[in-house]
């Protein structure tokens, strides 16, 4: 026994010399000295031999065990560039490492240039839950229970408490949009004149190229005593040209949403072929950008103001849209995946 222990120690030791890297090492240790190892195995039939010689060869399996593993370790340092005896020498004269630098994300970068636009405007910049009652996200925007503008922002709802009633504010959802923020919930605490922007994660139940379930937006409102629709195209017009910074053209067309009236879509003209058609604008010209509007009166009322004294503007647009317009991305998932090869480009 003793004889098979050093035969398969002096082995061990010519193989360690002709290994050349950390992963050969590795393997080398296993089949040796692992589990089902080779000197492992040995050391299992000790229960068979004499009493006396037992201490012996358990010594000799020890020291054996040691010296193996101190000279897999002296061959692994020379793999990492550390030999054992350089520990605590510093050689100033070498080239550092340089730490991988981050940089915003390209959502958090249009945020900010959001934010810096309407600040510019004197817009006040404020926020509200992303986990939003039935009464904020819907019903104080004139959407009622069972209306049907409900069906265009289909959303997740959070497990109702078993037998506690909802109350006036309904049942908890993921907001549909950052409209639950910039309108009754600031209105409510604010008397006019008011000027703000909401920005942020809003949900809808939509997957495809151009929609992921969880998504950015913002959204803004003004209320005063003199304000119009001219007041609204301006603001409009202003903001998208510093935010895409590019010299656009901008056109409202006649639509529906229940918290404004009248009610319009802005589209903005397409930056990929500046108007003359493309497929990124369906040959149009133009791209859709959000909605917008003069609010709603009954929304002017569930914030307790007079909407015979008060009037304002209210828009919602998605950041994603802009930001795949500005940066030509084609598929919007990617901006979630968190692929630094991705990311490293803006
Ligand atoms: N909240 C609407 C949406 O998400 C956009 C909008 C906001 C429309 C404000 C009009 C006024 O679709």
Redesign the pocket.
């Known amino acids: 026994m003793k004889k098979t222990l050093e035969q398969l120690k002096q082995k061990a030791l010519g193989e360690i010399q002709r290994i050349n890297d950390s992963e050969g090492l590795k393997n080398l240790e296993t089949e040796y000295l692992g589990r089902k190892g080779k000197i492992t195995k040995v050391l299992r039939e000790i229960k068979d031999i004499s009493e006396e010689m037992k201490p012996v060869i358990g010594k000799l399996a020890n020291e054996i065990k040691i010296e193996l593993t101190d000279a897999i370790k002296t061959a692994d340092s020379k793999f990492s560039g550390k030999s054992s005896t350089d520990k605590g020498f510093f050689d100033p004269t070498l080239p550092g490492i340089r730490s991988a630098e981050g940089h915003l994300h390209p959502i958090t970068q249009m945020l900010e240039r959001i934010w810096d636009v309407f600040r510019s405007m004197n817009f006040d910049i404020v926020d509200g839950p992303e986990i939003e009652n039935d009464y904020y996200n819907f019903q104080a925007l004139n959407i009622p229970q069972d209306h049907p503008a409900r069906d ?2 289909d959303t997740f709802y959070l497990k109702k408490e078993k037998n506690k009633s909802v109350g006036k504010y309904g049942e908890l959802l993921l907001r ?4 639950s923020a910039s309108q009754v919930r600031t209105m409510e605490k604010n008397k006019p004149p008011l000027r703000v922007i909401a920005t942020g994660k ?1 949900y809808r139940r939509d997957e495809d190229v151009s929609h992921t379930p969880m998504f950015h ?1 913002f ?1 803004g409102v003004a209320v005063d005593s003199d304000i119009t629709f001219s007041d609204l195209k301006g603001t409009l017009h202003h903001a998208m040209r510093e935010i895409l910074e590019k010299d656009i053209k901008v056109r409202f067309r006649i639509s529906y ?1 229940p ?2 009236e009248p ?1 319009a879509e802005f589209d903005v003209t397409c930056t990929i072929c500046n108007g003359k058609g493309c497929p990124t604008c369906k040959n149009t010209g133009w791209l859709e950008m ?4 003069m609010i709603h009166p009954n929304v002017l009322k569930a914030a307790k103001y007079d909407p015979k004294k008060h009037q304002g503007f ?4 998605g950041i994603e849209r802009p930001l795949m317009i500005k940066h030509k991305i084609a598929d919007i998932r990617t901006l979630f995946e968190n692929d630094a090869r991705f990311l490293k480009q803006f």
């Open positions: 265009m922002q549909t949009h950052t409209s809003c937006q959204d949403f918290f404004v009610g959000g909605g917008c509007g209210a828009f919602g647009f």
